[in-house]
Each structure stands twice: as C-alpha cells, then as structure tokens.
C-alpha cells in the first residue's frame, strides 16, 4: 500500500486533486481511499489531506503518519513542522514552485524530488492560479502510480477540457531529481 | 449491473436514499452532513429522484416535516449531525413513540462545547433512549447498504420504528473510496414500497393522532415500543442474510466478529475504527497475540445475547469508545457490555475512549489498547479507563 500526504491551501483544489486519483484508481479497477483534513474552511488557510492506494480492500481508516510520498502544492507551507514530518527516508516530494533546488532547504530524507512551477501552466490554460490540475500532472509522471491517460479523462470530465492541457503540459515539464535520500 | 464508484461517505448516503425512492425530503445543512442533501437536491434537480424535496428553515422542521410524510403513509428521508440533531430533539422523540419507521443518516460528530465541527459520536450516543435503532457503519459501502437494510428493518409490520445509520463524520463522511451501487431493480426487489397501516393522514378518513394519554395507557405504548426493539434484534439478523443472499455482502448483522474463534482477548469497536481495529489484530496476531474483534453494530437495540455469546471463553476485554458516559467514566459500549454479560469481574475488562473532536483512533492506539489488555489478562477485574491522550502542540 501507498501511503501519500497531500499539503496546500484552501482554494488551491487539493481535496479535488486528490478525490480525482481515487476515482482514477476505482475506475481503474484498484483501490483508493482519501480523508481530507480541514481545519477552519477559508480559503488560503493550510489544508492536507491523506492519500492511500492499493490493490486491495483499504480497512484503515485514519490518518497518514509516515507518508512515502509528499504532494505538495504551495512552497510557503515548506517551513511548517508538519509537512515533513514523519516523510519516509528516500521518500518523494512532488513540489509546487518556482525555486531552484538550493534554495529550498528540504530534509535529507527526500530521495526523490519533483519540481514544478504550476502557476504560468494554470495560468495559460485556466486562467486562474490554481495549481491541483497541473500538479496531478506532476504526481503522475513522478510516482507512476495511476494510470495517465484514465487520469487526464477524469481531470477533463470533473474541471473541463483546459484543465487537461494543463496536466499534459506540467506532465512534460515536471522536473524529476534523484537525490538518493538519507539512508 | 450495478456501478462502481469512488463516492464520499456523504453522497454514499445519497446514493442509499435515492435507491429507496423516498417520497419526502427534508432538511437542513450542518456540517459535516450537508453534501447528503446538495447530492439528494442535485438527483431532484436533474429529475433522477421523484421525492418532494422541503426546504425548511432548521432541523426542527425538517423532522416535523418528515413526521407528517410518513404519518401520510410516506417514505421520507433526512440527515443532519450533532447541533442539528439536539435542535431536532422535540420531534426525534416523536417520531419513535409515534411508532413512525424511517432513515436518517447520522453524520457523527462531537457535541459542544469547547465549540468543534468535527468528529466523535457524542450526538448519536446521547440519543440513544430516544427510541430510535441505531447502527453504526465501519465504511462507506456500509452506510449505502444499511440505508436500503434500514427501511425493511424499519418498515417492518412488527417493528416499525425509525433508523439511525450512523457514519463517522470526516473520517467516513468525506472519505472518498470505492462504492458499488446497486441497480435500481435490484433494490427495488429487495425493498417494496412502503404501505402505512397504522397511521394515515387521510381526510376522507379522519382519525386522531396522539391524543393525551394517561399513564396507565401510555406505559402500554412503551411496553409495546420495547417489544418492538427486541423482535428488531431478529429481524436485523433476517434481513441481514436476505441482503447477503442478493447483494453477496454480508455484515453479520447486530455485531461482526473478526478472529474470535479461538480469541483469549476481545476488543469492542464501533463504527469506522473497526477496519483499523482488525488492521491491529493481525498485527497481534502475528506476534502470538490471541486477540479477536467484535463490532457492535446495533447500540439500539443492544445485541446482548450476541454479545454476551461472542465473549464467552474470553478471559480479557476492552471496549473503544468515540464519546463518553458522563457519570461512569467510561465509553457507551463498554456500559453497555458490562450490563450485557452480568457479573463482569470474573474477566479482565476496561473502557478505552479515543477519537474525540475530531482526533484520530491511529493503529498505534489500538495496537497499544490490545498490549495493555494482553499484559492486564490475568488480572480480574475492571481496571481504569484507558485515554488515548494525544500531546498537545
């Protein structure tokens, strides 16, 4: 079983982004399970949310404490303590931002590290600066764990035809780094 | 065929309702319920659902609401949490001591104060003498399927008493996981439409409803409403295997049992910390622990010749509880077992509570309420409350 953290802030589409995987996965014939974390329901407050996906039955039904992967849609959430915490070593970070690698500070346990600027994508695609479609683009190129094409049908049907372009195009342009990882 | 889908907990709830073809809709948004009613408003909107849907101004009406559709001989439906259902209280009670059969959905969350939004089953529990069934789901398969169970059992001509199916909130209700639906047809052989015999708003044949009762005729309804409770306990186990027949689910009605065959230890869960709960039992079980698991489903009516029956031979037992007794401290389930199984201290047992608010019931916590049993095993006796206290940051 996978077990993923998703980090962003409200307005940003993560319970979306991620209630999306799951229906790929479920369509997919495999399974997904998704709770999303809310503190107060304002948009720009943090918001995560906890990601599974397995090829069976998923019986637990609680939060993720040692997630292997880290979705991460808004860098200003990067000094948080929780956002890292408990991130497995050699574990993957799908990041959004527009910094470089040096200037990020990330733990030495990231082993894998995706980086993508999704604000230009959504902007010239949905015109607005919301970065969940672009960023299951990411997620999807750098983990390898949903099916891509059953993904940008379910991102076409749930957020409209432009939003697909801009997963195909963060797809393309997601930059994967091996940094192997703490062991 | 039926569909597979990835639905939230909530629109699981949805989807349940609208396969029931209930006539009446009725209710009020409070988190976290309210996406049962925008999917129910949105199915009526797009002409999927025949039901009249009432928008109403509070809880209180929106059970007041739905009391006079099914005392018209309807079928009606409502959801609502926590505040919402105390704003309902007047005719929540009504509803079952007028013998009115129905479904609400629970989407459990804590009570205030200190003022929360999110989980814990605090609402449910504290309406349990309110007259109502009440059965608690482990996952959002559950939730659909009881809802269909929910008004056969309810409807039932012996029975006829309204039903709680009660979910999580955030932890099942905004869940998102794979669901199958079942074809209308199917549901619609499993389910006939509801006929009212004993209460019909009817002006062509008026009768009068609830006139003032004295004590020694209202003591007779009571007697009459408790019958019904017991003869639910059999008739939940019935339809639990009719459904299981059609639907190939079975849940094993009043209570699940999980490892108990040859079980020296027990823990008691209710609602979704159950796949967690079994999660953890295969964990002990691999370190040579003989732990088993038992589900209470049903708190109303309490399943207690199951329960004691599914606790005999165990030397130790724990309940996990997602609200308190105040007065005992201690959770509802374990109250409830010890009442169940009578002289209790000849077994090691203690109530463990967790969950509350919002806070998560982890692995961890199970796993270590099932350790602190194995080690306490030989020792008889209730021993003290166990608090799956998180620090504060």
């Known amino acids: 079983m996978k077990e993923i953290r998703l980090h962003g802030r409200g307005g940003q589409g993560v319970v979306k982004a991620a209630q999306t995987i799951v229906s790929t996965v479920v369509d997919d ?10 503190g107060v329901e304002r948009k720009g407050s943090p918001v995560y949310g906890f990601l599974r996906l397995n090829d069976e039955d998923i019986r637990i039904k609680t939060q993720v404490y040692y997630p292997e992967i880290l979705l991460i849609l808004d860098d200003t959430l990067l000094d948080m303590p929780q956002t890292f915490a408990g991130l497995q070593e050699g574990g993957t970070v799908v990041l959004n931002t527009s910094k470089s ?5 990330l733990p030495k346990t990231v082993g894998t590290l995706a980086l993508l600027d999704a604000e230009p994508i959504a902007l010239s695609h949905i015109k607005r600066n919301i970065p969940n479609t672009a960023m299951l683009g990411a997620f999807a190129k750098a983990t390898g764990l949903v099916n891509w094409d059953k993904l940008k049908d379910h991102i076409a049907a749930t957020f409209g035809e432009p939003n697909r372009l801009a997963a195909d195009e963060a797809y393309e342009k997601v930059r994967i780094i091996n940094l192997g990882g703490a062991a | 065929m039926s569909k597979i889908q990835a639905l939230t907990g909530n629109y699981s709830a949805s989807y349940g309702a609208a396969l029931c073809k209930p006539d009446v809709i009725a209710a009020y948004p409070i988190t976290p319920q309210s996406s049962v009613v925008e999917k129910l408003a949105q199915f009526s909107a797009d002409g999927e659902i025949s039901a009249s849907m009432v928008e109403v101004e509070s809880e209180h009406s929106a059970m007041s609401v739905v009391q006079g ?12 949490s926590a505040q919402g259902l105390a704003l309902m209280y007047e005719p929540y009670f009504r509803m079952s001591t007028l013998r009115l059969p129905m479904v609400m959905a629970l989407a459990t969350r804590e009570m205030t104060s200190p003022e929360t939004v999110w989980s814990g089953q605090q609402d449910a529990v504290s309406v349990r003498d309110a007259g109502w069934m009440q059965v608690f789901v482990e996952n959002n398969q559950e939730i659909l399927d009881m809802i269909i169970q929910g008004y056969k059992i309810a409807e039932d001509p012996n029975i006829l008493l309204p039903l709680n199916v009660c979910y999580d909130g955030f932890y099942l209700s905004h869940l998102s996981e794979r669901v199958e639906i079942p074809e209308q047809a199917e549901v619609d052989a499993f389910l006939p439409p509801y006929k009212s015999r004993h209460a019909i708003l009817d002006p062509k ?13 209202l003591i007779e309804y009571r007697k009459s409403h408790l019958e019904a409770m017991q003869e639910a306990l059999a008739k939940i186990e019935e339809v639990n ?11 094993g009605g009043a209570i699940d049992t999980y490892c108990m065959d040859d079980a020296e230890i027990a823990i008691l869960t209710i609602g979704s910390m159950t796949g967690t709960g079994r999660e953890a039992v295969d964990e002990a079980r691999k370190k040579g622990i ?6 209470v489903r049903f708190l109303r009516p309490f399943p207690v010749e199951r329960i004691r029956e599914a606790l005999k031979g165990v030397k130790a037992w724990a309940s996990i509880d997602r609200s308190v007794v105040f007065g005992w401290n201690s959770g509802p389930v374990f109250m409830e077992t010890r009442a169940a199984v009578g002289n209790a201290d000849s077994t090691c047992n203690f109530s463990a509570i967790g969950g509350l608010g919002g806070a998560d019931i982890s692995l961890d916590d199970i796993t270590g309420c099932i350790e602190t049993l194995d080690k306490l095993k030989t020792e008889p006796g209730k021993k003290d409350t166990l608090w799956f206290s998180k620090p504060v940051e």
């Not at chain 2, 559709?69 to 609502?80: D, H, L, Q, S």
């Not at chain 2, 003989?290 to 589900?295: M, Q, T």
């Open chain 1, 29 to 38: 014939g495999s399974y997904g399970q998704f709770i999303p974390f809310f």
């Open chain 2, 69 to 80: 559709a099914v005392m018209a001989g309807g079928r009606a439906f409502t959801a609502t």
């Open chain 2, 205 to 217: 044949e008026p009768m009068a409803v609830d006139p003032l009762t004295p004590g020694n005729i």
């Open chain 1, 101 to 105: 690698i040096e200037e990020l500070n």
């Open chain 2, 290 to 295: 003989k732990v088993g698991l038992i589900k």
């Open chain 2, 241 to 251: 295997k009719e459904f299981a027949d059609q639907f190939g689910r079975n849940y």
